[in-house]
């Protein structure tokens, strides 16, 4: 298992995860070149320890058939707490596989084979929309309060009228922070899908699976807070408070 560290002070701290070997050292390989702390693991057991050993991993590259646990249950799981960014990266690269990973919680779906150049571009996008909420508490980062939820744009948490922390994956707290800052307005898919840009596949159809999945969180199952206009978009309902 690879313990280099960062070249690069601040590049990213990166977790490979896949049972191919030639893939893993390529993976490793090039993104230490481009200043990226690296760890690898051959599954979901050795990537778990790897992530209570180093609970500073930003991003994991995670492939979908694997021995033991596979892919797309680990995307579950990490999603489900909160854990680091997730870039699905497998040999199933059908539309239908790409919106599975996506609903999952998975922040990009990059198919096999793809170039080391475009996964480091979905790297380095993560990363920053990871970061940029942490820069600073501006009036701009002000917590959105609607309906008695809670977003806070620095935490990335989303708290329920009854004091539950709900998690968000990085596309959910994209699409609802989106919302939040037009709410009442109807957005277009395409509005939304370039809202969304640098997310991965931010097409009309995986812009529907995260308003799923939003709707989710939020317990919207009567489509109350966000509303379909056929053939315009969605709106975003409740008056949103900033502060």
Known sequence: ??????????????LVVDDDPRIRDLLSDFLKTHGFH?????????????LAEEPGIEVVILDVMMPGEDGLSVCRRLADRNGPAIIMHSAMGEETDRVVGLELGADAYLAKPCSPRELLAQVRAVLRRQRE??????????????????????????????QVVIPLANREFMLLKTFLD????????EQLAEAMQGTGDADGRSIDVQISRVRRKLGDGSESLIRTFRKAG??????????
């Open 1 to 14: 298992m690879d313990t280099q560290r960062l070249s690069t002070p601040g590049a990213g701290s990166v």
């Open 38 to 50: 690296v760890r690898t693991a051959v599954g979901a057991a050795a990537m778990d320890r790897v």
């Open 133 to 162: 909420p942490a820069l600073s508490r501006s009036p701009s980062h002000a917590p959105y309060t609607f309906e008695g939820w809670r977003l806070d744009p620095i935490s990335r948490s989303l708290t329920a009228p009854d």
């Open 182 to 189: 037009q709410p009442q307005v109807v957005l277009s898919r």
């Open 234 to 243: 969605y709106m975003f309902m409740p008056k949103v408070v900033r502060g």
